[in-house]
């Protein structure tokens, strides 16, 4: 494995930082300070703060993955659900909330058009619909059933996060995701209705 590269380190640091008390709402001159370097060094990686914002979420967007396999392949003889579920929880524990809020914030304004969030879209169905579709290929689901069924749970998923952020009622997101599963489950069974 090959050494960070300067841009690599301080985004690890600024990604420390955000999880940890959150970035939205802090300065370039702040958020630096907070990751041990200084401004004008992130601008030089970065381009600016919008740019650093993106980096951020596109990296915490990519350890998300990284927990959703683990959790996934911990223990593959689990009750169907569990891992799903599990993972739910995970994403929208309390201790994420300000990456959450940030992600909508900064994903409100790719949509937009912005040109400094734009680059936050590539990627941001397909790196989740492609790694959840291979997962369920792999307990035999079929190709297209596994992309339809992907972009389901990502679609309630950051639906269900936005839900949260307003109400914070996790019971109530808990259930309807608990459900969700429940049905897609159904679907997947042996026997069901194609």
Partial sequence: ???????????????????????????????????????????????????????????????????????????????????????????????????????????GQALQGRPWARPLLDGIVTDWVSPVAALLAAEGVGPDLAQAVARLYLAAGRGLLLDVLATGDHDGVDAAMGLLVELVYARLAPGAAM
Avoid: N
């Avoid at 380190?9 to 041990?36: C, P």
């Fill in 1 to 107: 494995m090959s050494e960070a590269t300067p841009r690599e380190r301080m985004l690890a640091a600024v990604v420390q930082v955000a999880l940890a008390e959150g970035i939205a709402d802090k300065s370039l001159r702040a958020i630096a300070a907070a990751a041990g370097t200084s401004h004008r060094m992130l601008i030089h990686h970065f381009g600016s703060r919008e740019g650093l914002l993106v980096a951020v979420i596109k990296d915490v967007e990519e350890r998300q993955r990284a927990i959703m396999a683990e959790v996934v392949t911990a223990d593959p003889d689990q009750e169907p659900g569990t891992q799903e579920m599990r993972f739910w929880r995970h994403l929208r524990s309390p201790e994420l909330a300000a990456q959450e809020r940030l992600f909508f914030e900064v994903y």
